[in-house]
Each structure stands twice: as C-alpha cells, then as structure tokens.
T-cell receptor, first 114, second 118 residues
Framework: ETGVTQSPTHLIKTRGQQVTLRCSSQ?????VSWYQQALGQGPQFIFQ???????GRGNFPPRFSGLQFPNYSSELNVNALELDDSALYLC?????????????FGPGTRLLVL | AQKITQTQPGMFVQEKEAVTLDCTYD???????LFWYKQPSSGEMIFLIY??????QNATEGRYSLNFQKARKSANLVISASQLGDSAMYFC???????????????FGTGTLLAVQP
C-alpha cells in the first residue's frame, strides 16, 4: 500500500473532449509526477510538481497541464483529446526513506479515447 | 541521451528457481539512480529495489538483488526462489540526479514480462 490513490480508475472520452484525472498522496509528499504509459510501453514522464509549481516537463504538448494543491492532491488535465492519448496515466509521489528519494505510484487511470 | 534498454520481452521461470532480468543503461551523468519496478496486470507500479551510482555494494531487498556492473552500464535484477505471484511486468528505470529542477524524472525501459510456471 503506497498511500497514493487515483481517480477515476477507468474513463472513456471522445476525440476533442477534455479530461481531468486526479491523484491524492500522503501528507509530506511534496513532489508529484505524472506519467503516461501506452500499451506495451514503459511509462513516459509528463511533468512534475513541487510545492504547487511545475518544475520539470517531458516531451508533451501544452494541452497537457496540471495542478498541485496544498492538501497533497493533484490533477492532470488534457485538452483536445486525441486517439493517441489512450493510455494508462500514473501519478507518483516522492518520499525520502533512509536518505533515498523514491517514487511511489498510484494504481493509475486507464483512459480510452474514441 | 539517457536510455534504458531491456532486451528480454518475455521470460519463463520454474517456481522456486532464480531468474535474472537484464537491464542496460546509457547516461553521461556521473550521478544517477537505478530502480526496478513490478507492474502486475492491475497496473500499479510497485517499487522493488534501488541502486545508486556511487553505491559500493549491490542492493538487496529480500528475494530481490541488483547485479550492478557500472563499467558495463548494466543493472540486472535477480529474483531468487520465484513464486507464482512474481508473474508480472518488470521495468528498469533510471533517474539522473542532476536533471534540472526535476530530480525525480524516471526514464523507463520497455519492460520484461515474467511468467512463473508451477
């Protein structure tokens, strides 16, 4: 049990729509990262938030945006959905244990774009 | 460019035997961390083990050990005494400790699907 939860678990949208995915982590987890995992691939880094500000971004267009809130929850927003956005979206929060910062992942949200 | 390579798309192992999952990496950064994650069919990525680039000893966590060969840029995962519950996708990942401000960015390989047979 990582203490990281995501909602919804599954979602179906149509092309052109907008979607918001949510993640909640434990108190003290100041950093949250979002990843996209297409079928048969490893996760790809979308962006990271630290203390409510984006401080790193992967190779994703601006229609992927996010928010982090003071209560350790966060959102991933995707506008103008495309068929290729169909994937498993994972959020991960970071905690330092024994001097090592490790990312713990939530169960993910499976998004299908039709 | 930073890259993780996992050359084994799938592996079979008999229950109670040991298995090695291969991982090679490429980076020019002298400071980095290597991770292994397990992903069951449910989708959640489960952290297994970590190895820092400056660690002198190979990491171990229960039945998991990491065979770290820095000169060869390899970080193979060894699972001893395989169990049926070990059947899952396994991902090797790297974090460059000096990546701009986002020190937590993980770069993943394409994964190895492990099937443990009774």
């Amino acid at each position: 049990e990582t203490g990281v939860t995501q909602s919804p678990t599954h979602l179906i949208k149509t092309r052109g729509q907008q979607v918001t995915l949510r993640c909640s982590s434990q108190s003290g987890h100041n950093t949250v990262s979002w990843y996209q995992q297409a079928l048969g691939q490893g996760p790809q880094f979308i962006f990271q938030y630290y203390r409510e500000e984006e401080n790193g971004r992967g190779n994703f267009p601006p229609r992927f945006s996010g928010l982090q809130f003071p209560n350790y929850s966060s959102e991933l927003n995707v506008n103008a959905l495309e068929l290729d956005d169909s994937a498993l979206y994972l959020c991960a929060s970071s905690i330092v244990l024994a001097g090592q910062e490790t990312q713990y992942f939530g169960p993910g949200t499976r998004l299908l774009v039709l | 460019a930073q890259k993780i390579t996992q050359t084994q798309p799938g592996m079979f192992v008999q229950e109670k035997e040991a298995v090695t999952l291969d991982c090679t990496y490429d980076t020019s950064d002298p400071s980095y961390g290597l991770f292994w994650y397990k992903q069951p069919s449910s989708g959640e990525m489960i952290f297994l083990i970590y190895q820092g680039s400056y660690d002198q000893q190979n990491a171990t966590e229960g039945r998991y050990s990491l065979n770290f060969q820095k000169a060869r840029k390899s970080a193979n995962l060894v699972i001893s005494a395989s169990q049926l519950g070990d059947s899952a996708m396994y991902f090797c990942a790297m974090r460059e400790e000096n990546y701009g401000g986002a020190t937590n960015k993980l770069i993943f390989g394409t994964g190895t699907l492990l099937a443990v047979q009774p």
